[in-house]
């Protein structure tokens, strides 16, 4: 009967001590969560480096750079079939200076153009390509800023924003678009030549 009493004090001093040991692991874990949390409250949200800046309007306000960096990285004369102006980068598909049976698209960002990047053409693509070229230095740069607000206020939405400028031959002229979105509308545009008179509104 004493060694069962015995062995039984000696199980409760065992159970308690661990018991203890228990409670001492867990605070202290749960201290050092929460000292972890509070540390990371106080650090400065992280930003991803990698993350895309949001777009300036860096060409809405100022394009004069496009074809001087264009025709310095691309050569002259500079000829295009498409053209696209956004408020942070141009996308131009252009002929060839030096081969003009070559086709290739750059980008214009950042103020750097980037290395052509091919464009397969079929022998009909090849044989229209003349009539589809346009100058791209006979472009009126200097009137980006003033097609951006002039769309604006001969669209006239609510919230419309113009998205980019595209730049085709057309029937019988070379043509600028610029085209505005909003909540309200799709798409719409005004049209103008490439010395920034506007000829016709689409909405």
Do not use: C
Not at 87 to 110: F, G, I
Not at 115 to 135: V, Y
């Amino acid at each position: 009967m004493l060694i069962a009493v015995l062995v039984g004090a000696a199980f409760v001093v065992m159970f308690g001590s661990a018991f203890v040991v228990y409670l001492v692991v867990s605070n202290a874990q749960a201290a050092s969560v929460r000292v972890a949390q509070r540390a990371n409250e106080a650090q400065p949200s992280f930003q991803n480096p990698l993350a895309p800046a949001a777009p300036s309007e860096e060409f809405f306000k100022d394009a004069s750079s496009i074809p001087k960096r264009l025709s310095a990285a691309i050569g002259t004369p500079l000829k295009g079939i498409e053209m696209e102006i956004y408020p942070d980068r141009v996308s131009l598909k252009a002929q060839d200076p030096k081969n003009p049976t070559h086709l290739d698209e750059y980008t214009y960002q950042a103020g750097e153009v980037t290395a052509p990047k091919p464009i397969s053409m079929t022998g009909s693509d090849l044989r229209e390509l003349g009539s589809k070229l346009f100058d791209v230095n006979a472009i009126d740069y200097s009137k980006v800023p003033f097609m951006v607000q002039d769309t604006l206020d001969a669209v006239h939405v609510e919230d419309g924003k113009v998205i980019y400028l595209f730049i085709e031959m057309g029937a019988k002229e070379p043509f600028i678009r610029v085209y505005v979105t909003s909540p309200r509308v799709s798409a719409a545009f005004a049209e103008y030549s490439f010395k920034g008179e506007r000829r016709t509104v689409v909405k």
